[in-house]
């Protein structure tokens, strides 16, 4: 009888204590932009908001906001957000310094750049909207299940060469390219196979076509903060694979 009363409990309270997985999908439901929410070039704040980790309109994004939302969903220490962030801000258009709407975002030369993975560059007018061509490019190079650093690399490389020749004006500084790096240490951080260093293909495909956290394929959020110092280790990494 005893046993049967701490099964019970047991079940409860495993019933009312739901997984992380569980938490994250049933708090932060995924829900497909209305035509008036904002949106950024960034498919991960893109896919925050669809989550509702940043506001879902997309609009009036403070710095607490952004720390807040980058850390509970996928673990981005505070160091790395507020770099990324103080830039966001320079291009506000909400009439409050202390906030950004992520169409802000598309302002060519503050974060915004040549050469990315899954957006045309300005030059050919639309540098914010998600690019089947550009993707498929890009995509053509993960033909694993895992993304290794090589290959993340590669497909970098080749993105960037790529760009340089279809576009005359192209133009990306040091600080640019450095972002662009940073970018790629980005996604195989949060979305890794749990190395922290390399990333599973299907994930990184839901993320940039979907814009949607790849709960259901089993992506959980990272357990070790990524920072300004884990990202340049990785960089670095990629660097040495060709990158
Ligand atoms: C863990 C968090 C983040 C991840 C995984 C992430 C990932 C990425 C990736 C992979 C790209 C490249 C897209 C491409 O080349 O097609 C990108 C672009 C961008 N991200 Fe994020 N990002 C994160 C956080 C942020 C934050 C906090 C901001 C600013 C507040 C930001 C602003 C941007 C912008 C403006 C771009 C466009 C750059 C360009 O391609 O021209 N991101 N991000």
């Known amino acids: 009888m005893k046993i049967a009363v701490w099964t019970a409990c047991l079940l409860s309270s495993v019933a009312a204590y739901p997984s992380v997985q569980e938490h994250q999908s049933n708090d932060y439901p995924w829900r497909a932009p209305k035509a008036t929410d904002r949106r950024s070039p960034c498919p991960m704040l893109n896919t925050l ?3 509702g980790y940043l506001p879902r309109n997309g609009a009036n994004i403070s710095m607490e906001i952004l720390i807040a939302g980058l850390k509970t969903s996928v673990n981005l220490g505070a160091d790395a957000t507020e770099v990324v962030g103080a830039a966001a801000l320079k291009g506000s ?6 906030t950004f709407h992520l169409t802000d975002l598309d ?8 050469g990315s993975l899954s957006r045309a560059d300005i030059y050919f007018g639309d540098n914010h909207s998600f690019n089947a ?3 498929a490019q890009t995509a053509s190079h993960f033909t694993s299940p895992i993304i290794s650093l090589a290959t993340a690399a590669k497909a970098h490389k080749a993105r960037l060469a790529a760009a340089q020749i279809e576009n005359p004006q192209f133009n990306m500084s040091a600080s640019d390219v450095q972002a662009s790096m940073i970018e790629t240490a980005l996604y195989l ?7 922290g260093a390399t990333a ?3 994930w990184v495909q839901k993320v940039f076509t979907e814009e949607k956290l790849p709960i259901k394929e089993g992506w959980k959020r990272p357990e070790g903060e990524i920072s300004v110092s884990t990202l340049t280790a990785l960089v670095g990494k990629l660097v040495a694979e060709g990158m």
Do not use: F, M, R
């Not at 951080?189 to 190395?195: A, E, I, R, Y």
């Open 49 to 51: 908001a669809n989550h």
């Open 200 to 202: 599973v293909s299907a």
């Open 107 to 114: 302002k060519h030369g503050l974060i915004e750049h040549d």
């Open 133 to 135: 061509t550009i993707w």
């Open 189 to 195: 951080s949060v979305l890794s196979n749990d190395t």
């Open 93 to 98: 258009t909400t009439g409050n310094a202390s």
